[in-house]
T-cell receptor, first 113, second 112 residues
Framework: GEDVEQSLFLSVREGDSSVINCTYT??????LYWYKQEPGAGLQLLTY?????DMKQDQRLTVLLNKKDKHLSLRIADTQTGDSAIYFC?????????????FGTGTLLAVQP | DAGVTQSPTHLIKTRGQHVTLRCSPI?????VSWYQQVLGQGPQFIFQ???????GRGNFPDRFSARQFPNYSSELNVNALLLGDSALYLC???????????FGQGTRLTVV
């Protein structure tokens, strides 16, 4: 089935690290993504990881992938108030000639000053 | 460098009407996908077009249709609007299928 799961809410203090978790379904997914959505806005691609990687670091962002458990996480170091947003993980599902992104329900990150 | 642009940004329609939403992909991108995001949920896949051909369709009724033009821009059409069609409609473009997909700001459709 197509079901990407995320916890709904995370609250952290400014300067702390945030860890957002995601469980995906398709072990054949080649790419896994993290998107950020601010209120009233579209989706901003933050980072993605190829399935043959365990970890990817990009400035304050670290993505960890556990393929065995189909678990993906996004760590944001030194979280700032500007990081407050909804974060979506997504996996790519291939079917015939098409590919589509399957999104989780999103995790609302609230950063307290 | 222009990103993905969508128009209009907001739209209010009455039940039973039809609507056309427009998307211009990033220059050089040949793949356009459409997603529907209902409030409080993640985006759901509607269509994918690549090189002007439909390559995939999500679980949406035939009231939803789309097309891609020779300049790779795209239109999403929805007929016989229902209240449940109220959502943020997102367009994504990519160079080819499956790699980085960049989203526009979306069109907020409200059906009353």
């Amino acid at each position: 089935g197509e079901d990407v799961e995320q916890s709904l809410f995370l609250s952290v203090r400014e300067g702390d690290s945030s860890v957002i978790n995601c469980t995906y379904t398709d072990s054949s997914s080649t790419y896994l993504y993290w998107y950020k959505q601010e209120p009233g806005a579209g989706l901003q691609l933050l980072t993605y990881i190829f399935s043959n990687m365990d970890m990817k670091q990009d400035q304050r962002l670290t993505v960890l992938l556990n393929k065995k458990d189909k678990h993906l996480s996004l760590r944001i170091a030194d979280t700032q108030t500007g990081d407050s947003a909804i974060y979506f993980c997504a996996e790519v599902l291939y079917g015939g000639a098409t590919n589509k992104l399957i999104f989780g329900t999103g995790t609302l990150l609230a950063v307290q000053p | 460098d222009a990103g993905v642009t969508q128009s209009p940004t907001h739209l209010i329609k009455t039940r039973g009407q039809h609507v056309t939403l427009r998307c211009s992909p990033i220059s050089g991108h040949k793949s356009v996908s459409w997603y529907q995001q209902v409030l409080g949920q993640g985006p759901q896949f509607i269509f994918q077009y690549y090189e002007k051909e439909e390559r995939g369709r999500g679980n949406f009724p035939d009231r939803f249709s789309a097309r891609q033009f020779p300049n790779y821009s795209s239109e999403l059409n929805v007929n016989a609007l229902l209240l449940g069609d109220s959502a943020l409609y997102l367009c994504a473009s990519s160079v080819d299928r499956g790699v980085e997909a960049f989203f526009g700001q979306g069109t907020r459709l409200t059906v009353v």
